[in-house]
C-alpha cells in the first residue's frame, strides 16, 4: 500500500535539503504508475536504466527531455528508442558505450560515470560502474571526437549510504576531472551527484540536510559553476509504502519461534537476502498484543534462504490468518518480486489521501483501507 502523500511530504524534504539540485527520480526504485504520475505533477525530473521504463513515463504524461537515461552500459535498441522519444542524456563508462551512443543518438549530451566507493553503504555497491579520474577525462574528450556533446560527471556512493561524508571525496574526484578538461578546452555543464541517500528503517538516518550542506560545500569548491542533478530513490518513497502479509504457518523449532508469511524475499523483500537480513524493516502486526515474543520472519517459498528477517519482536501468540505489516516497504521491493513456487507478486494500491498524515512508518497502527474498485498493479 503507498501512501503518496507521503511521497509528497519526502519530495518537499529532499528539495529543501539539496538546494539549487534538480530531483531526478530513480524510477528503479518503484515504478508504480500512480506514484510516477504524482512525482511528476510535483514537478521531478526521472533517471532511467531502460526503454521500457521510459515507455512508463511516457504513459502518465512526462516530457522525455525531463529523463536522465543513467544506466553506463545500454541495449542499443534502447538507446535508439530512447533518442526517438526525445531523451538527450545518457551516462557511459567505458569507449564501446560511447560509439554505441554515437550511432544510436548522434549529436547527445553524455556524462561518465566515476567510480565512488570509499565509504561502505548499508546497501553496498559493488562496484560494477565507474571510472578514475584519468580515465573519466580521456572519455570525455573522446565523446567530442564521436560528435557528442561530453556535458558532465556522475558517480553514485551506494544505496543506503547513512554517511553524509561519502559525497566528499568524489567531489573532490569531480573537481580533478573538472580541472585536467579545461586545459583542454572542454567545460562541463553538469555534475550528477547520484542517489543514495536513506531511508528509516529499523534505525534513523542523519538528516538530509546534513546530506545537502556536505554536497554544497562540495559543489562550491568546484573550479566553476555547474549544474547539480541528484537520483534519489529510496528516500523518496521507501517510508511510503507498507506491505500488508498474512499470517500462512506457524511453528516452534528448536525453541525458536518461526512466523511463515504469504511473502518473503522471493516474492519483494529481496534486500533482506542482498543485505544477509541487516536490512530491518519495521514490523507490527494485526494484534499489537502487550505480550511479545521473538520471532523468525520467513517468506512462503519451499526454499530455505527465504527469510526476511531474524529475531523480530512480535505479539505473542501470531496464528494462521493473523496480519504481519512491514512498513517502509516502498523502494525496491515489487519491482524485485517474482512468482517464484507459484506464489503470487504483492499487488499495490494507492492509500487514499489524507490530510497532514505523518508517513506510513510513522506509528501508524492499521494502513487505511482502500476502495474494493482500486485497480492494482504488478
Known sequence: MMDLDAVADAYQEITSALTGVAVHYAVKCNPYPPLLARLAALGSGFEIASA???????????????????NPVKMPRHIAAAHAAGVYQYSFDSAEELAKLAQAAPGASVVVRLAANEVPSDVPSEGKFGVDAESATTLLLAARDHGLHPQGVAFHVGSQMMSPQAWRAPLETVATVMDKLLASGVRLDVVNVGGGFPARYATAPPPLAA??????????????????????????????????????????????????LDAGAFNGLMESLETGNQLRFPVRDSRDGAQRELCHLTGPSCDSQDTIMFDVELSAGLRTGDRVYIDSAGAYTTVYASGFNGFDIPRTRSVPARAGAGTAG??????????????PWM
Open 211 to 260: 546530506y545537502g550542506a556536505v554536497i554544497a560545500a562540495g559543489l562550491g569548491d568546484l573550479p566553476y559553476p555547474v549544474r547539480a542533478v541528484a537520483e534519489p530513490g529510496r528516500a523518496l518513497v521507501a517510508e511510503a509504502g507498507t506491505l500488508v502479509t498474512t499470517v500462512v504457518g506457524t511453528a516452534t523449532r528448536a525453541g525458536q519461534r518461526w512466523i511463515h
Open 52 to 70: 521500457p521504463e521510459l515507455d512508463r513515463l511516457v504513459a502518465v504524461g512526462v516530457d522525455p527531455r525531463r529523463v536522465l537515461f543513467s
Open 362 to 375: 510513522g506509528g501508524r497502527q492499521v494502513p487505511p483501507a482502500v476502495s474494493e474498485g482500486d485497480q
